[in-house]
Structures are given as C-alpha cells and as structure tokens.
C-alpha cells in the first residue's frame, strides 16, 4: 500500500489543532517521507516500523497519550537532554521531545518573535502558537530549561499560551553547579509527584532509569554498528531513529531498535553493505537536528557520501552515557545529575570535554571528514566551532562548517560546498 501520513480529523479537532493545515503539512510530509527514505535501496527490514511510526505521527501516538491522560498520567513536553525523563517514567508519565525542525511554522513565530533568533526555537513556538502539532496540544505542560538565551526568554511568552515550567541549568560543571542542578532535578520531580499525585521513592526511580537506559543502550549498539567498514543502513534512517526516540513509548522503541541490530548485525556478517562502493564516511558534529530536518543528511547522501556519526543532541549526546544504578533515592537522583553533567552542549564554558568527545567520537567512527552544523543564530555552536576547527586542525581532520536554517533557499549552495569539500577528500 502507498505511503500516507495518517489523518484523524475527529481527534485532531477534540484536542485543539488546525485539522485544515495540519491536512496540508501531511501531504507534505507524506510526500517528502517517500522521496528522502522509501526510495532507498535494499532498506533493511527493521525499518518498516519506524516508517508506521511516521504514518502515525499524528494519530496512532497522539491517541495513545490522550488515552494515558485519561487515565490520569502526566504528559510533559520537553525541549532539551536535560530534563530527567527517568523521572517522568517514573512517575508512570509521558515525556515528549517537543523540538520543531520545519521551515513550514517558522513565519508564525516570527509574527512575535524576532526574526535574528535560531530556527528551532521560532519553528517549535510556531507550532504552538499556529496549533499544527498535536504533541504541543496534548502536553499537559511544557518543561523548559535556561540552556541558551533564545529559549529561557521565549519560555517567557510561550507561557502566555501554555504552561511553561523552566528548569535552572548551570553554565559551568564544578561542584557549586552540582549541587545547583541536583537541586534543581529535586524541585523538578517535586513538581512532578504533586502534578501526578504520586511520590517518588527509589524502587519508582530505579524502574524509570532502567526503561531510559535501556533506550540509550539500545541507540548506542545501532551506533556501534555505523563503526563497520561494510555500512548496513543510511545516516538518513539512523537520524530518523534519533529523532523517533524522543516521542516513541520508550520501551517498545528500545525493543524495535534491538530487534534492527540484530537484522543489521547478520548483514554484516553476510558483508550486505548499503553500499556496493566503499562511500566516504562523515561524521555531523553540532546542533540537534529535529524532526523532519533531514537537509544536510539529505545532501550529503545524495552525493554518494554517508554520514557515520551526530555528535548531538539528536545523536550521541543524548545516549552515550547511562545513568549509573544506585540504591537510595538520593543518590539516584544525583546520579541523574552526573550523566548531565557529561552531556557537553555549547552552552558549557569551558568546554574541553566536548572537544575531546568529538575527537573520541571521530575516531570511532572511521570518519573520513567532519562537518559542524550549526542553526543560523546559534551563539553557543556557532562560536564554538571555532575551537572545534581548531581541533581538527591540530589532529589533522578535514573540516567544514555549514551554517544554516530550514529554509530551502540555500540547498543549492550547500551541495555546491559538499561537493567540493567530499572532492578534497577524495583528493
Ligand atoms: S543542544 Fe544544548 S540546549 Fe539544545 S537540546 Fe542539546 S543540551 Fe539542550
Ligand atoms: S540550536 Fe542553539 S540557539 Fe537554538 S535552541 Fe539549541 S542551543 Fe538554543
């Protein structure tokens, strides 16, 4: 049967949003779906629910959250790795990655907001303020954070609309920053126990850090398997995968993932590469990459490289460290605290760590150059890529730097530059 972003008009008018636009942006999605993923050849077969997760995008998932609010569970919509969903889980809640990476609600935003602001922020507040993302009408709040100064300020009028909750993250990592996080990670979770009416105690907590990690481990095995010179699926599909994993249950997600490796792991070991030629091997480093901007992976494949790695928030940042098992509550919660304190977003200073995690990450990829990607607008990334270059100078790495929004004016330049730096490579 055809392809087709599902449509559920009934439910769509009974939780708030614009059936009419939501009904055009499905033929467009559904169309783009087709073009950029399905035409793929010898896709492997895992892949087939993640492509009914996209035909369900907007009805199978929203039904199932609305039916779990019914039953009394909390839906929390998040922007950011550092809101503990092991917390949300545990508390038999829902935490949805609520990130917009679509050009299409970016005029909305900016009809309020300033225009010089990264595209991410304006596309998400968009899609509240436009009312075409079922996600943003079903969370019963939005729990925000003070990451960059575009979002801690947007969460001031997004609250005009929705309940905006924000969570304090500290801009540096020593001891003081600690104790400021695991103190905020406290009155999040209080915020939670008295939402959800239930209280948190370490038997809950441990359950809901086990479902999470079992999730990021499952991520980090489909990573470790981009690592093999016989490549068994495309960038496109794993940043896919990343992007699912922030609205997917979390559980049936993690099985679904385990179950591609295994199909990955015996293409492998038959030598069934993506590939017939040995492609050049990128590896992303930047910002995160939300659903659906596929733009850069899009032209990078195209031009018959492939993308091996995402140092990003959607990519490694969010599964390469597990939340370690403890058996108290509080040391549970500080334990939390430290795997944040390993995620290394630009908004750190200083930020060795990051350096020295691209590094690491490069190396393990077997990638053939590097390029950093940054949202226009984006201070932190944009200015850290800076040192990032500086990096790869030293060690030797190709690098490029691509700057750049959701609109599709600069696809032409873009492969142009692409092009040109995967001929150096090729030499
Ligand atoms: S890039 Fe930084 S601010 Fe954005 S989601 Fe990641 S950790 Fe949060
Ligand atoms: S991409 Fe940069 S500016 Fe945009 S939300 Fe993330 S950290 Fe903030």
Redesign the pocket.
Same mark, same amino acid.
Request: charged letters at 30%.
């Given at each position: 049967m055809e392809f087709q972003v599902k449509a559920d008009p009934e439910l769509w008018q009974r939780i708030g949003v614009d059936v009419t636009r939501l009904s055009k942006m499905r033929e467009i999605l559904s169309q783009m779906y087709k073009t950029l993923f399905l035409n793929q050849e010898i896709r492997p077969e895992g892949m087939k629910y993640f492509d009914e997760i996209v035909a369900n995008i907007h009805t199978g998932r929203i039904k199932e959250i609305v039916e779990a609010k019914e039953e009394g569970r909390v839906v929390v919509g998040a *922007?950011c790795v550092y809101i503990p969903e092991e917390i949300v889980v545990a508390l038999d809640g829902i935490c949805i990655g609520l990130c917009g990476g679509s050009q299409a609600t970016v005029p909305d935003a900016e009809r309020i907001l300033p225009r010089s602001?990264? /595209?991410?922020?304006k596309s998400a507040y968009g899609f509240r303020i436009s009312r075409v993302c079922p996600y943003f009408q079903v969370v019963d709040f939005v729990a925000g954070e003070t990451?960059?100064d575009?979002?801690k300020k947007t969460w001031e009028i997004l609250n005009q609309d929705i309940e905006t909750y924000v969570m304090e993250i500290p801009p540096m990592k020593r001891e003081t920053e600690r104790e400021l996080l695991f103190k905020e990670v406290v009155r999040f979770k209080e915020e939670l126990e008295q939402r959800s009416g239930m209280k948190l105690d370490e038997e809950r907590l441990l359950k809901g850090v086990r479902i999470i990690n079992r999730k990021r481990k499952a991520l980090q095995r489909l990573n470790s398997l981009r690592q093999h010179d016989v490549l068994p699926i495309s960038g496109k599909d794993v940043l896919l995968i990343e992007q699912i994993a922030y609205y997917d249950d979390p559980e049936r997600f993690a099985t679904k993932v385990e179950e591609l490796c295994d199909e990955l792991e015996d293409r492998i070991a038959k030598g069934i590469g993506y590939w017939e030629k040995k492609p050049l091997r990128i590896m992303i480093s930047g910002? /995160?990459m939300a659903f659906p901007n596929f733009k850069l992976h899009n032209i990078v494949e195209n031009l018959g490289a492939i993308i091996v790695n995402e140092e990003s928030c959607i990519g490694t940042r969010y599964f390469n460290d597990l939340v370690e098992e403890k058996n108290n509550l509080t040391d549970q919660l500080y334990a939390i605290v430290d795997r944040s304190m390993k995620v290394h977003?630009?908004?750190f200073t200083p930020n060795e760590e990051r350096i020295e995690r691209i590094l690491e990450e490069y190396k393990k990829s077997k990638a053939d150059g590097l390029i950093y990607y940054?949202?226009t *607008?984006?201070?932190?990334?944009l200015i850290e890529a800076v040192k990032v270059k500086q990096a790869c100078e030293r060690e030797g790495i190709p690098f490029l730097m691509i700057e750049s929004d959701y609109s599709p004016e600069d696809v032409g330049q873009l492969q142009t530059r692409v092009e040109a730096f995967l001929e150096t490579l090729r030499g």
């Amino acid at each position: 049967m055809e392809f087709q972003v599902k449509a559920d008009p009934e439910l769509w008018q009974r939780i708030g949003v614009d059936v009419t636009r939501l009904s055009k942006m499905r033929e467009i999605l559904s169309q783009m779906y087709k073009t950029l993923f399905l035409n793929q050849e010898i896709r492997p077969e895992g892949m087939k629910y993640f492509d009914e997760i996209v035909a369900n995008i907007h009805t199978g998932r929203i039904k199932e959250i609305v039916e779990a609010k019914e039953e009394g569970r909390v839906v929390v919509g998040a *922007f950011c790795v550092y809101i503990p969903e092991e917390i949300v889980v545990a508390l038999d809640g829902i935490c949805i990655g609520l990130c917009g990476g679509s050009q299409a609600t970016v005029p909305d935003a900016e009809r309020i907001l300033p225009r010089s602001i990264c /595209p991410l922020v304006k596309s998400a507040y968009g899609f509240r303020i436009s009312r075409v993302c079922p996600y943003f009408q079903v969370v019963d709040f939005v729990a925000g954070e003070t990451t960059c100064d575009s979002k801690k300020k947007t969460w001031e009028i997004l609250n005009q609309d929705i309940e905006t909750y924000v969570m304090e993250i500290p801009p540096m990592k020593r001891e003081t920053e600690r104790e400021l996080l695991f103190k905020e990670v406290v009155r999040f979770k209080e915020e939670l126990e008295q939402r959800s009416g239930m209280k948190l105690d370490e038997e809950r907590l441990l359950k809901g850090v086990r479902i999470i990690n079992r999730k990021r481990k499952a991520l980090q095995r489909l990573n470790s398997l981009r690592q093999h010179d016989v490549l068994p699926i495309s960038g496109k599909d794993v940043l896919l995968i990343e992007q699912i994993a922030y609205y997917d249950d979390p559980e049936r997600f993690a099985t679904k993932v385990e179950e591609l490796c295994d199909e990955l792991e015996d293409r492998i070991a038959k030598g069934i590469g993506y590939w017939e030629k040995k492609p050049l091997r990128i590896m992303i480093s930047g910002t /995160p990459m939300a659903f659906p901007n596929f733009k850069l992976h899009n032209i990078v494949e195209n031009l018959g490289a492939i993308i091996v790695n995402e140092e990003s928030c959607i990519g490694t940042r969010y599964f390469n460290d597990l939340v370690e098992e403890k058996n108290n509550l509080t040391d549970q919660l500080y334990a939390i605290v430290d795997r944040s304190m390993k995620v290394h977003c630009a908004i750190f200073t200083p930020n060795e760590e990051r350096i020295e995690r691209i590094l690491e990450e490069y190396k393990k990829s077997k990638a053939d150059g590097l390029i950093y990607y940054s949202l226009t *607008f984006c201070q932190t990334y944009l200015i850290e890529a800076v040192k990032v270059k500086q990096a790869c100078e030293r060690e030797g790495i190709p690098f490029l730097m691509i700057e750049s929004d959701y609109s599709p004016e600069d696809v032409g330049q873009l492969q142009t530059r692409v092009e040109a730096f995967l001929e150096t490579l090729r030499g």
